[in-house]
T-cell receptor, first 113, second 114 residues
Framework: EADIYQTPRYLVIGTGKKITLECSQTMGHDKMYWYQQDPGMELHLIHYSYGVNSTEKGDLSSESTVSRIRTEHFPLTLESARPSHTSQYLC????????????FGPGTRLTVL | QKEVEQDPGPLSVPEGAIVSLNCTYSNSAFQYFMWYRQYSRKGPELLMYTYSSGNKEDGRFTAQVDKSSKYISLFIRDSQPSDSATYLCAMTRHSYNQGGKLIFGQGTELSVKP
């Protein structure tokens, strides 16, 4: 099983709150990603990073922001949560070179009331 | 139009059946094709990985790519209840070494009944 962790696993929060979803990996991977997954829909890439101090927006527009200050840590922040942010958020990582299998964390299920 | 289309199911089969899961895609530039398996309340895990056209076999699983038809398949032989999961196809235009991003299908939910 891959060593990539996400906390919290479940979060129910009110509109307007600031939240941070945590993602950590112990594999030393350079690349890290955040995906959004809704039931019956494909995974959408919302942010990715190729290394420390590198962050890029993905294909799906998102009001969230990310930071990559340490290789192992890639947190996602929503400054003001809204019901439209309700979704499953998946973090993944991969090595920069060679066979680029993405290892996924267990996900955070966010509900904004 | 979505770049990758996958029948969302759900698909229910008896134990021991042969299962065929399929995806079609529109972008002929895709070269790398993957199948991920996602159990309930877990993240996806890579099951099979193929490059360009052809077949690849791993135990009870066979991945097939037909680039001329823009069609990929995953076959599961002698299906087991433990195969019950959502299967996601994914593909990318080029190697991640060159910055390629994965494009996912919607996933097919499979249930194998004992």
């Amino acid at each position: 099983e891959a060593d990539i962790y996400q906390t919290p696993r479940y979060l129910v929060i009110g509109t307007g709150k600031k939240i941070t979803l945590e993602c950590s990996q112990t594999m030393g991977h350079d690349k890290m990603y955040w995906y959004q997954q809704d039931p019956g829909m494909e995974l959408h890439l919302i942010h990715y990073s190729y290394g420390v101090n590198s962050t890029e927006k993905g294909d799906l527009s998102s009001e969230s922001t990310v930071s990559r200050i340490r290789t192992e840590h890639f947190p996602l922040t929503l400054e003001s949560a809204r019901p439209s942010h309700t979704s499953q958020y998946l973090c993944a990582s991969s090595v920069r070179q060679g066979y680029n299998e993405q290892f996924f964390g267990p996900g955070t299920r966010l509900t904004v009331l | 139009q979505k770049e990758v289309e996958q029948d969302p199911g759900p698909l229910s089969v008896p134990e021991g059946a042969i299962v065929s899961l399929n995806c079609t895609y529109s972008n002929s530039a895709f070269q790398y094709f993957m199948w991920y398996r996602q159990y309930s309340r877990k993240g996806p895990e890579l099951l099979m990985y193929t490059y360009s056209s052809g077949n690849k076999e791993d135990g009870r699983f066979t991945a097939q790519v037909d680039k001329s038809s823009k069609y990929i398949s995953l076959f599961i032989r002698d299906s087991q209840p433990s195969d019950s999961a959502t299967y996601l196809c994914a593909m990318t235009r080029h190697s991640y070494n060159q910055g390629g991003k994965l494009i996912f299908g919607q996933g097919t939910e499979l249930s194998v009944k004992p």
